[in-house]
């Protein structure tokens, strides 16, 4: 069964930082082309910053400049690094790793941003 670890959400001020990270098996991490999506009620999961299989990154228009996507090879993990962060960035925020058909979920970790 394939387990992604996602830590390091919370609530923050506007403006503030916070890093998630998502830990893999390592052959999860190796072959798998992983990424960050997030999701508010009522809404459908976006993409937010993702790395494609050829290792390029992917970022929503919406946090581009201000988030940035990274992969720590020694720890398995893809962290999410969020800057400058605003009050329509308060969402469920997802790891997903996926490989052909295969398509895998995180739990998801609560990012709120608010004064």
């Not at 494609?52 to 919406?62: E, L, M, Q, V, W």
């Not at 398995?76 to 979920?105: G, I, R």
Request: hydrophobic share 35%; charged share 15%.
């Amino acid at each position: 069964q394939v387990q992604l670890v996602e830590s390091g959400g919370g609530l923050v001020q506007p403006g503030g930082s916070l890093r998630l990270s998502c830990a893999a098996s390592a052959d999860i991490f190796s072959v798998y082309a992983m990424g960050w999506y997030r999701q508010t009620p009522g809404k459908q999961r976006e993409l937010v910053a993702a790395f494609t299989s050829g290792g390029i990154t992917n970022y929503a228009d919406s946090v581009k400049g201000r988030f940035t996507i990274s992969r720590d090879n020694t720890k398995n993990t893809v962290l999410l690094q969020m800057n400058s962060l605003k009050p329509e960035d308060t969402a469920v925020y997802f790891c997903n790793a996926h490989y052909y058909h295969y398509n895998y979920w995180g739990q998801g970790t609560q990012v709120t941003v608010s004064s």
